[in-house]
């Protein structure tokens, strides 16, 4: 009969009982070691009764005093209460039994006569406490006796548990061997066998099945294999040629993609890289010629990109093609890999490929995004069908292209984008700084015109005092605008910049400018440096201009907001008047600010300066000493 329980239903049957049997050992013997224990500590205590029972007849010979008697009487009191009560604290009590509890009541009550003879001791006959003492002293004996009696029993006990269980040691070891022998080693063996039959191509082999436990289905498992790989062995030279072939195809094919990526990655412009892909593809694809048709602004309209291997006069016809004229040119609706049977195909009306011999086009589109932006035509002169992978292959290399030259263009617009930023940025700063300057300029000419025509010496020395001096502010403003266009931020940190923006300021103005640093942290963007620092020189040239200051101090504040504070000790403004006058100054650097989305606080009151505070949101953790920061502070 087969045996239906499972492999580990049957070992934990028998690590259960075993592990029964154990902790059932285990317990008795630790219960009879903790016996001993407690019965030693009460035999070291009344063994230490005979040593008490002698000092205390030394101490009353010796006619000590009455406190160091009493103490000692104390003592003794206190091992009889030990005795008779236990120690909580340590396993210490006595094994009784009748002998044992017969024996120390007559202690018990000998001690009590004993102790009454100590305390009299003025009356003491010496002799007669010797005597006593003895007496008493035998009494402890065979109370010590008693107690070790029963600790023999315990011991005589205790080595018959650990026999006990030496004998269930062995006992489980033989079980256990036995057990993994009959469940676990045989039926090994028995697979170890079949798989070495099977290793020698002996594929008959079959393994007995003599239960149903895990042994047992694995067993059933070998069978099936082994079945298996004999139904299999006849044509498995075909399918491993077979499986070896798509493998090499995969990874030619995967060695072509990367070929092809690889150059589309390196490619610097348009024409290298749409001329080098056609090379590539055409070779890697093994077709006769290959062209790259691109559609501009209508969609309908394909253009000759680039070419490789394509006839010219062909390529002279078709360099701007309509959809649906021949076979080359997807329409959007349509757009899909197709190959083309050339010979056989009737919606082309234009035979050009017929008569130069091509049997097969292969049709790619160049999609984005579900947007067409062209298509890859492959001619073959010979009748060609793909595979699914090759299909797959020839979409992947049309979407690597799509990808390349939209991020080519992108890269281009984003050229331009700079460019026109720059070209932005000069203008308004010419706009707002030398333009102003020179309409200025030349208002104070035609005065002077006037002037001298009316033969006013006084205006025209006014005239000539005002272009000598809108002259000098053109020229500062001409350095300062050099200045805003050289001066570049630091990749990491802007207080180079700024420093050396307050350095060249203090040369032009003679005005002492004291920077203050607070705080610690991460630095701002390069993009939000160079917005900063133009607010910071905008704020400067306004103090140059119209401050009529001594002093200026500059306070950068690094946390999770940057604030940037301009101080002056000018004649500030007060009212609309004077703040229209310096509007476009604080247009400038407002609309600074907001390219970086920052703000401009601008505080000030007619004879007490002016204030600029520039609040920059950054991306650091706010500095947790902030508030008590360790602060530099440098005069220029």
């Not at 206190?78 to 009748?98: H, K, M, N, T």
């Not at 010496?126 to 010590?144: C, G, M, P, W, Y």
């Not at 630095?523 to 704020?539: G, K, R, S, T």
Request: hydrophobic letters at 45%; proline letters at 2%; aromatic letters at 6%.
């Amino acid at each position: 009969m087969r045996n239906t329980a499972s492999l580990s239903t049957k070992l934990v049957r028998i690590g259960a009982s075993l592990l029964v049997v154990a902790l059932v050992s285990i317990g008795l013997t630790l219960w009879v070691t903790w016996r001993l224990s407690g019965g030693a500590a009460a035999l070291n205590e009344a063994g230490r009764m005979r040593m008490q029972t002698w000092r205390l007849t030394s101490a009353v010979q010796a006619k000590l005093n009455e406190s160091e008697v009493q103490a000692l009487v104390s003592e003794f009191d206190e091992s009889i209460r030990l005795l008779r009560q236990g120690d909580p604290e340590r396993p210490l009590f006595v094994p009784w039994d009748e002998q044992v509890k017969s024996r120390f009541d007559l202690v018990d009550e000998s001690w009590r006569e004993q102790r009454n003879l100590l305390i009299s001791r003025p009356q003491i006959d010496h002799v007669n406490l010797v005597k006593t003492s003895e007496a008493f002293l035998e009494v402890i004996d065979r109370f010590v006796l008693s107690i070790e009696h029963q600790l023999a029993s315990l011991t005589a006990i205790l080595n018959l548990f650990q026999f006990v269980m030496m004998a269930l040691a062995i006992g489980g070891a033989v079980i256990m061997l036995y057990t993994g022998y009959h469940y676990v080693i045989h039926p090994l063996s028995k697979l170890r066998d079949g798989l070495r039959k099977l290793e020698r191509a002996q594929f008959s082999v079959r393994v007995e099945v003599s239960s149903n436990d895990e042994f047992g289905q694995v067993a059933q498992g070998f069978n099936r294999m082994a079945a298996t790989l004999q139904s299999l062995y006849g044509n498995l030279e075909a399918q491993v040629i077979a499986k070896t072939e798509r493998i090499a195809a995969q990874k030619e094919r995967l060695q072509a993609l990367y070929e092809v990526s690889a150059f589309l990655a390196k490619a610097n412009t348009l024409h290298e890289l749409t001329q080098g892909f056609a090379r590539q593809v055409r070779e890697l694809m093994k077709a006769d010629a290959l062209a790259i048709r691109w559609t501009g602004d209508d969609p309908d309209k394909f253009l000759i990109l680039s070419s490789d291997n394509f006839p010219l006069a062909v390529l002279d016809d078709e360099k701007c093609l309509r959809a649906g004229v021949c076979a080359c040119g997807n329409s959007a609706f349509e757009a899909r890999t197709r190959v083309i049977p050339i010979k056989s195909s009737d919606m082309a009306p234009l035979r050009h490929c017929n008569k130069l011999g091509y049997e097969t086009l292969i049709s790619v589109p160049v999609k984005l995004q579900n947007k067409v932006l062209g298509e890859i035509d492959l001619f073959y002169r010979n009748e060609v069908h793909l595979t699914h992978e090759e299909l797959e292959l020839v979409d992947t290399f049309a979407s690597h292209l799509a990808s390349s030259v939209e991020g080519m263009r992108a890269l281009a617009m984003d050229r331009e984008a700079a460019i026109a930023g720059e070209r932005t940025m000069l203008a308004r700063e010419l706009h707002d700084s030398i333009a102003q300057s020179l309409a200025f300029l030349k208002i104070q000419a035609g005065l002077l015109r006037s002037s001298i025509a009316k033969n006013d010496g006084i205006k025209t020395a006014h005239a000539m005092n005002e272009l000598d001096q809108g002259l000098k502010e053109s020229i500062a403003d001409v350095r300062e605008l050099l200045l805003h266009f050289r001066t570049r931020t630091q990749s990491d940190d802007i207080d180079t910049a700024i420093q050396e923006t307050l350095q060249k300021f203090q040369h032009q103005s003679g005005i002492t400018v004291v920077r203050k640093i607070f705080g610690d942290g991460l630095p701002l963007a390069q993009d939000v440096q160079i917005h900063v620092l133009h607010v910071l020189q905008e704020a400067l040239s306004n103090i140059r201009k119209h401050a009529n200051a001594k002093n200026v101090s500059i306070e950068i504040k690094k946390g999770e907001t940057w604030c940037f504070i301009v101080c002056d000790d000018g004649v500030g403004f007060d009212g609309e008047l004077e703040r229209t006058q310096l509007q476009v100054g604080l247009n400038i650097m407002r609309e600074r600010a907001a390219q970086i989305k920052a703000e401009v606080e601008i505080n000030s009151q007619a004879g007490y300066g002016t204030v600029v505070k520039l609040l920059v949101p950054g991306a650091q953790k706010q500095n947790p000493n902030i508030d008590n920061p360790n602060v530099t502070a440098e005069k220029l």
